[in-house]
């Protein structure tokens, strides 16, 4: 019975988080939906019980997560999420409110496990920890999305460059080079030149969308190019050669990281050996030596 009524709470709790997540989509369907129904009366959506309560609700629970955690506001949540990729799903106050409502069923889902299984104190205890959990869940997913973005990026960012310079060495300007590589690659550094490309013909100068860019995805690699591709724009040098030579640093960088990672590997197996594989064998090896010498002293 209480694994079912927990089994229940934590559906409960997705499908209230899984409404957040689709809530800018959902809106924007919404939008259609309406504008459509401008020319047809009979098409015309009714307005969603749960959408009524978002838009109620959503700015009240988004000012309690604040109030819970002082260090998040909607400014640095919506930069995470830009940095995490999750811009299309969440909201900056979608994102807090969720929070609030994991942390709220955590409490729930702690607390009812804590009065079957124990007391009041208990109960408690188990509604502060799993109201923590649920609270801080979904930063922790953000930044392990965060931190794998990053990696690719590190990963596409010579292959990026390599098609900009090519693209620039047969005659497109950077502009032109921008949107050739968004039509023949895909992933979350071609999206970053993309807004960057975005920014470009909004009338943008080219050194503040590289900065913002840069600001943006902060790894060392893209810092160093847009830094030399800025020194370009303003000494005149060739972009094609800069691009390349970018190209070229960046990839000799990843070859060098990957060597360090292979470097640490053996240090990082010292602790698993030593709990899991040392003690195996020292059964296999020293068991029978001491069933042997049992049976002797039986004897």
């Given at each position: ?226 830094s030399a591709l800025i020194q370009s724009e303003q000494l005149g040098t060739p972009l094609g050669r800069i691009l390349r030579t970018q190209a070229v640093e960046s ?49």
């Open positions: 019975m209480l694994l079912i009524l927990a089994f229940v709470c934590l559906a409960a709790s997705f499908a209230l988080v899984g409404q957040l997540v689709t809530a800018p989509w959902r809106e924007r369907q919404e939008s259609l939906k309406r504008a459509r129904g401008y020319t047809d009366p009979e098409g015309a959506p009714a307005d969603p019980v749960f959408e009524r309560l978002q838009a109620r609700y959503g700015e009240t629970l988004a000012r309690v997560a604040m109030k819970l955690d002082p260090r998040q506001t909607e400014e640095r949540i919506g930069v995470k999420l830009v940095a995490a990729g999750m811009v299309r799903s969440f909201s900056p106050t979608g994102f807090l409110a969720a929070k609030v409502v994991l942390a709220a069923v955590g409490v729930a889902v702690g607390g009812l496990i804590g009065v079957l299984e124990g007391g009041t104190t208990q109960a408690l205890l188990l509604g502060l920890a799993f109201g923590a959990l649920g609270f801080f869940v979904l930063d922790v997913y953000m930044m392990s999305r965060i931190r794998a973005r990053r990696e690719e990026m590190r990963r596409d960012l010579p292959d990026s460059l390599d098609v900009l310079a090519v693209s620039v060495e047969a005659g497109l300007g950077f502009d032109g080079a921008l949107a050739k590589l968004s039509e023949h690659k895909r992933g979350p550094m071609v999206e970053q030149f993309e807004l960057v490309l975005n920014e470009l013909g909004i009338g943008e100068s080219r050194s503040s969308a590289l900065r913002r860019m840069s600001d943006r995805v902060d790894i060392p690699e893209l810092t160093s190019v847009v990839r000799t960088r990843r070859r060098i990281a990957a060597e360090e990672q292979a470097m640490k590997a053996p240090v990082k197996m010292i602790v698993p050996t030593g709990l899991f594989i040392f003690p195996a064998m020292f059964i296999v090896i020293i068991a029978p030596a001491m069933i042997s010498i049992l049976h002797a002293f039986g004897k």
